[in-house]
């Protein structure tokens, strides 16, 4: 499990806990932490995909350069 993956679990728990709290002000933060868990998914992911992109603009560029030499 990567780690989007996992904070989408941890904002799935939180979303839970904020439909089984009796007060609504608990509920409140509850589904407001879920809601940064999101984030942080969507954050992790950004930042896999642009690393990945730079992985392969870095083979392209090397395996480029061999074949010109």
């Known amino acids: 499990m990567n780690a989007s993956e996992r904070f989408l679990k941890f ?3 939180c979303e839970l806990m904020a439909k089984f709290t009796p007060s609504h002000e608990n509920e409140v933060v509850w589904r407001r932490m879920a809601e940064r868990w999101v984030r942080c998914a969507e954050l992790s992911e950004r930042r896999h995909s642009l ?3 730079a992985g392969s603009t870095k083979r392209h560029r090397k395996s480029e350069h061999n074949w010109v030499h």
Do not use: K, N
Request: hydrophobic share 65%.
């Open 51 to 53: 690393a990945q992109a």
């Open 11 to 13: 904002a799935a728990e």
